[in-house]
């Protein structure tokens, strides 16, 4: 093999998870040919004006509506395991507990001693890694594997993790969950040397530094390309000899460690070790870089010291609640939350109803700090498929109340608290209030488990524009008036870093990364500040 080229084998293409930063989205990349959000359909909201000072949200192109494109979304989550007679039957069930981390496609790459094996499918990992004849091909005792969630445009197969290349030192695969702030600089420079890209995802540059690093070792070869990353990133890497995990300087995106016997597990969340038994061991530290081979494992940290800014979204959204993220269990945080904004922003009602399902565990910790009775006010149907592509405004309304219906006896002439994560983009939250108030509703009081969202995320989370944000848009008294409330509040920024057992918000060395609602990015923004 040629040191600095990329070779695939045994694919029909492959990628990974994260994209470029999109703002400033005008302008297409100058060397990709791509701009933001192919998918064509302009999403407006007429009765939730722009302000004067933004541009008119008419024209512009953005996500296709589902209510779940008024969500923040993670946008992958990563499982590996070594030494295990079935490797690949272990990261199909993985991938299956973390497939709320992404839904668009998934990938599984083993290694049997020499050979790697591949398999990527768009879909659910259950429609594609459920069968003998997908399974078995997927031959060894080691295996990385990856979910994948949808952005904007169409879902690309070649744009599905793991990304696999066959580089001069052997094979190496990758599989990523978070975003590269700098791939855009670096990608121009691999171009300009003669790197050739096959996918528009940012992952895709480690594999190039990787191959092309003049370092001797794998291992100091991956070094080398981390030193030059910079952005959110967990990973999760095969090679021929060696599984290796490696989480960013800051820890922004969750990676833990188990044991299965003999066996070694890295997955996103722990809800993907309990699926098979595996004992839960410890996080990867923020910067740490985890080798596992013949030989055991052993930690390296590679990279400068910098300060712990773990995503504080896991705990509010993203995260399965079951899940135990840098030592908290997600469940318990979100009720704690709940409790934090009854706390806050306590109002006299008659029953607390959560918008299901993430609004549950807020909207128990409000009803039990407010002395409220719970109720299930509001019932989601299971079965709907994820994204109703709706060319009309009549049918966007209907697909609402095909994934949610009013349960009128919980709600008609009650003074209701109702409980969500999170308002985006506020055009479900009207809507669900609207099938509230139509069930009769005598009063809607709505709190939100997390603090206004004002700004993009630029560390692998699936986020609209910043113009396209409710709240950085609109204050609170104006968001609740255009989603139909009686009132509106929101848990505060020092009231979310109290509910995870912080004194409050220190403004000088804030514990997580809060820059969705703080604007506070502890990451520089590389590709965005020079295109701004
Ligand atoms: S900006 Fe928000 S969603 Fe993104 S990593 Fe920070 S806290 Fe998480």
Redesign the pocket.
Known sequence: MVQGSVVRIQERSSTPCGRYNREPQAAPSPFTGEGRGGGGFKVTDSSIPPPPNLPPQGGEECLPYSESSDK?H?ECGVYGIWNASDAAAHTALGLHALQHRGQEGAGIVSVDGEQFHSHRALGLVGDHFNSESVIGKLKGTAAIGHNRYSTTGEPHLRNVQPFFAELAFGGFAVAHNGNLTNALTLKKDLIARGSLFSSTSDTEVIVHLVARSKAGAMHDRIVDALKQIEG?YSLVMLTQHALIGVRDAHG??PLVLGRLGESYVLASETCALDIMGARFERDIEPGEMVVIDQDGLKSHFPLADAPR?F????YVY?ARPDSLVEHKNVYEMRKAIGAELARESGVAADVVVPVPDSGVPAALGYAAASNLPFELGIIRNHYVGRTFIEPSDQVRHLGVKLKHNANIASIAGKRVVLVDDSIVRGTTSKKIVAMVREAGAKEIHMRIASPP?T???????D?PERSQLMAARYNTAEMAELIGVDSLAFVSLDGLHRAMGEAGRNADNPR??????SGD??IKLTDFDSAA
Not at 455 to 461: A, D, E, K, Q
Not at 512 to 517: G, R
């Open positions: 923040f993670d959110a922004v995106r800014r995503c504080i979204f896991e993203f969202t700004h993009s995320c630029f560390y692998g989370v986020t997580y990364c809060d820059a969705c609602f990015y502890p």
